[in-house]
Nanobody
Framework: QVQLVESGGGLVQAGGSLRLSCAAS????????MGWFRQPPGKEREFVAN????????YYADSVKGRFTISRDNVKNTVYLLMNSLKPEDTAVYYC????????????????WGQGTPVTVSS
């Protein structure tokens, strides 16, 4: 089992940057594929990015490709989401999630979730 705690959200102007962190408990963090998801106001949760256990394979939603970068540090038990060139449509609560096995884009395949961190991008 793993517990996840996100941080780093906040208010930023369009064009700005934020780095989200997700700290995981437990000694088996490196066994988990990790994902970032977001839920915009009034909408369903959507896939943002994921990363395999080693950090060698990453996948991105088309809407963030080229602007966001997912990475992980298996020594620090942390996964990151660097968000550049932020747009108002990136406004959402951002969640990290963990699953054993390969990375997936479907949130229903993730067993463990953090509480979320809000990101607001002003125009």
């Amino acid at each position: 089992q793993v517990q996840l705690v996100e941080s780093g959200g906040g208010l930023v102007q369009a064009g700005g940057s934020l780095r989200l962190s997700c700290a995981a408990s437990g000694r088996t963090f490196s066994s988990y594929a990790m994902g970032w998801f977001r839920q915009p106001p009034g909408k369903e949760r959507e896939f943002v990015a994921n990363i395999d256990w080693s950090g060698g394979m990453t996948y991105y939603a088309d809407s963030v490709k080229g602007r966001f970068t997912i990475s992980r540090d298996n020594v620090k038990n942390t996964v990151y989401l660097l968000m550049n060139s932020l747009k108002p449509e990136d406004t959402a609560v951002y969640y990290c999630a963990a699953r054993l096995g390969s990375p997936q884009w479907d949130p229903n395949h993730y067993a463990y979730w953090g509480q979320g961190t809000p990101v607001t991008v002003s125009s």
